[in-house]
């Protein structure tokens, strides 16, 4: 068995002849030689009905006989007592048998499954299992969870040297009887008397036995998901199971959802919300989860992680599709992980996330073109020269101020009018705020790069980010750059990228860009400026000074002069400091 592990192949232990032996012998002969013998999952007998052979590829009857009840007596008699969740197993096996009863409590049904030792079968995981982080294992029943955690508690406890306690509470990880089944090496096994103590038997063994990992089957209610918490702040790490084949399902799950950290209503601000694009009322995370990594066993071989439980209970939460990390495992032993983006739109572009709240965008309908099309990266078919070529774009972006950022018009399909998403990087959202709003423009502000259609950023902070060039490589969106954070930088390369105009000279009306509050003061002292500019600098070529002004207003002054392509100084002294406006 050593040589194989070491190779990355599993090895099964099954013990097949003990259930067997425990059968009618008319049931028994008819399985001992059948071919699919070795991937038999359970034997169902009920009263009156004929005894059935399940087995992965499907089932089929064992006998045209129909099942006596001295058929099920004359397997209760070679088992163990059913205890309180009407589980029986057979000593020093992982075989467990349940019992169905009428309401006399007389046993008119038994489901004999296998229980099989897989060694390897965490070889998937391993890496993760090593970092002593709490894990949590979901999936639907026969999927192989309980399989899975008798793995990870041997390898933790015989190849990693740690103390582990196994919670084993209907003994199906461990094995029916006082000896634990060597599948689980040197792991201990408390057993738990009735199920409702499952969550006392927990913090018993946090208390009293010292474990540095617990491994908990079948975490199913509100009192063990409190236990495992409390195991958790205690620095012990945790594996456990939970059915339910998604994160999402625990999400929705109130007894369950605190496992990942539970969920609260939360009411936003009317800024905030609109910063969002969200309703005022969201859902948000209430706590760290429990567990700080899922895995989702969609089948025995195709498992789903995610290595950070936070950021994907965030994701969810906010209306987006994260991305997925898949492992699977070949006949070899062989671990393939791959990362796969949420789904595609079909112009090969991301789709926006928020559609009901935010209306859409530009990406989403099909006409931002973040790079040309001979530049597009294809994940199949990745290449240095796409590489290249993507890096050059982007040098190109930073160094050009008239680019061409958008292709399209503004208007979606049924005329309506589609923002612009657009994640801002070391520019002030004051400033963007104050730009969207006072000109109207149809830009949305979003926190996740994965729903931009482009990056705004400070030109000086982002030549050297070369994790945001990665995301923006991977995800497609492009990257846009200004040398300031200033309004008239903000707002040139706003409307550049949304194909306006942009006038040589401000609107009235967008002298409020400028300003502070809006008061009238501030208005006044940038409309002299304005006019200086428009009706002395410029068609004259001779330097202006304003009158004296404040610190702040001055401010706004250099600013709207900026706007004109133009310089300018503070002269003399306080609280006689003007403003000096040159010729270009």
């Known amino acids: 068995m050593d040589e194989n592990l070491s190779l990355g192949r599993m090895q099964i232990t099954d013990d097949l002849s003990q259930l067997l032996a425990v059968l009618p012998e008319s049931i028994r002969l008819k399985l001992a030689g059948h071919p699919q013998l070795s991937v038999l999952i359970e034997v169902v007998m009920d009263l009156g009905r004929f005894p059935e052979a399940r087995f992965a590829e499907g089932a089929e009857y064992l006998s045209d006989v129909p099942v006596t009840r001295a058929d099920l007596q004359h397997c209760v008699d070679r088992i163990g007592s059913f205890s309180g969740d009407n589980r029986a197993g057979i000593e020093r096996t992982l075989h467990r048998i349940s019992c169905i009863r009428n309401r006399t409590d007389e046993i008119i049904g038994l489901t004999c499954r296998v229980g099989r030792a897989v060694y390897g079968t965490i070889n998937m995981i391993r ?119 998604r994160l999402e399902n625990l999400l929705k799950n109130p007894t369950l959802s605190d496992l990942i950290g539970g969920i609260q209503a939360v009411t936003l601000g009317d800024e ?33 992680v995610h290595d950070s439980v936070s950021e994907m209970v965030d994701t969810l939460l906010r209306g987006r599709q994260p991305t997925t990390q898949i492992r699977t495992v070949n006949e070899a032993g062989q671990v393939s992980i791959v990362r796969e983006l949420p789904e595609i739109a079909k112009n090969g572009l991301m789709p926006a996330p928020n559609m009901s709240q935010s209306n859409g965008g530009w990406r989403s309908s099909g006409r931002m073109a973040p790079m040309p099309a001979t530049l597009a990266t294809n994940a199949s078919q990745a290449t240095l020269e796409a590489d290249l070529g993507f890096a050059q774009l982007l040098d190109q972006n930073w160094d050009s101020d008239e680019a061409s950022y958008a292709s399209g018009t503004s208007v979606g399909a049924n005329g309506e009018e589609l923002p612009l998403h657009v994640y801002p990087y070391g520019i002030g959202r004051d400033e963007l705020d104050q730009v969207i709003e006072v000109l109207n423009l149809p830009v949305v502000l979003t926190k996740d790069i994965g729903s931009a259609d482009a990056v705004l950023a400070l030109r000086t902070h982002i030549k050297n980010h070369s994790k945001l060039r990665q995301i923006s490589k991977v995800r497609q969106v492009p990257i846009y750059s200004v040398k300031s954070g200033t309004i008239p930088q903000i707002t040139r390369t706003l409307r550049r990228m949304l194909h306006m105009d942009d006038p040589g000279i401000p609107e009235a009306d967008d002298l409020r860009l400028f300003a502070q509050n809006g008061s009238d003061d501030e208005i006044e002292a940038l409309e002299e400026a304005r006019l200086a500019v428009e009706q002395i600098v410029v068609p004259k070529g001779q330097p202006v000074e304003l009158l004296p002004r404040s610190n702040a207003v001055r401010k706004m002054q250099h600013e709207l002069v900026e706007h004109y392509h133009l310089k300018s100084a503070s002269f003399g002294d306080e609280p006689n400091r003007r403003l000096r406006i040159f010729p270009a």
């Open 127 to 245: 890496d993760l299992v090593e970092t002593g982080k709490s894990i949590l294992m979901l999936g639907r029943p026969g999927v192989g969870k309980t399989t899975a955690l008798r793995e990870i508690a041997r390898v933790l406890a015989d190849e990693l040297g740690k103390r582990v306690v196994i919670i084993d509470t209907s003994n199906e990880i461990a094995g029916d009887g006082d000896i634990p089944h060597s599948a689980i090496g040197r792991a201990r096994r408390m057993q738990v008397a009735r199920p409702e103590l499952q969550h006392q038997v927990m913090i018993e063994a946090v208390e009293n036995h010292m474990p540095e990992v617990i491994v908990i089957d079948e975490i199913g209610t509100e009192l063990e998901a409190l236990a495992a918490r409390t195991i958790a702040e205690r620095g012990v790490q945790l594996v456990g199971t939970a059915h339910g084949n």
């Open 272 to 304: 905030e919300a609109r910063r969002r694009a969200s309703q005022k009322t969201v859902l948000e995370r209430k706590a760290p989860p429990t567990f700080e990594i899922a895995v989702e066993m969609h089948e025995r071989h195709r498992w789903v």
